[in-house]
């Protein structure tokens, strides 16, 4: 199994709503990761979670908290966010081994409309 | 990481070699080279990779330069369905798992 999936695939949020972005692989993989990615750009790294610890956090506002509760899960809990951060966010998983390899699997992505 | 360098777009009729070029002329000995495919909408998906020698798999191959300045990703007969932007990162294996992706190159199949 090389899938991570991702729920839901559409989300529209209010700016004063709480809602949460979850993420599964069951390909073993200790590390994982969150993008965001605007229309017609690439993917922008947000956090990176190596071994269910955060590693990562490329200065994110707060209104974005990640959470791993296990090796296999990713969550993304979202709070009082902005119309501007509306945009295609993607979960991936890698291998987290020293040495070659490495590569990253990506799901199909949460398309986040704030309203 | 070091910064990659691709053209904005490429066009390559249907049945051709698609040959993506990309700079890397910052990168240093510890550095992989990626490579990264984004079909309209869906989740990037791995290509290859490789540090210094040419590597080839079942989608492409990956020729890299002997001073490792630049590389091709060569798409040895382009389909339709190959028509995606494609990222080339480069990418330390130590220190993190970091992947910072560049502009990319869209590439449009032509019929």
């Known amino acids: 199994d090389t899938e991570v999936t991702q729920t839901p695939k559409h989300l529209v949020m209010g700016m004063t709503n709480k809602k949460s972005l979850k993420c599964e692989q069951h390909?073993?993989?200790?590390?994982m990761y969150w993008y965001k990615q605007k229309a017609k750009k690439p993917p922008e790294l947000m956090f990176v979670y190596s071994y269910e610890k955060l590693s990562i956090n490329e200065s994110v506002p707060s209104r974005f908290s990640p959470e791993c509760p296990n090796s296999s899960l990713l969550n993304l809990h979202l709070h009082a966010l902005q119309p501007e951060d509306s945009a295609l966010y993607l979960c991936?998983?890698?291998?987290?081994?020293?040495?070659?390899?490495?590569?990253?699997?990506f799901g199909p992505g949460t398309r986040l409309t704030v309203t | 990481d070091a910064k990659t360098t691709q053209p904005p777009s490429m066009d390559c009729a249907e049945g051709r070699a698609a040959n993506l070029p990309c700079n890397h002329s910052t990168i240093s000995g510890n550095e992989y080279v990626y490579w990264y495919r984004q079909i309209h909408s869906q989740g990037p998906q791995y290509i290859i990779h490789g540090l210094k020698n040419n590597e080839t798999n079942e989608m492409a191959s990956l020729i890299i330069t002997e001073d490792r300045k630049s590389s091709t990703l060569i798409l040895p007969h382009a389909t339709l369905r190959d028509t995606a932007v494609y990222y080339c990162i480069v990418r330390v294996r130590l220190g993190g798992n970091q992947f910072y992706f560049g502009t990319g190159t869209s590439l449009t199949v032509i019929p």
């Open positions: 991936a998983s890698s291998q987290d081994r020293g040495g070659t390899g490495g590569e990253q699997y």
């Open positions: 390909m073993g993989h200790r590390a």
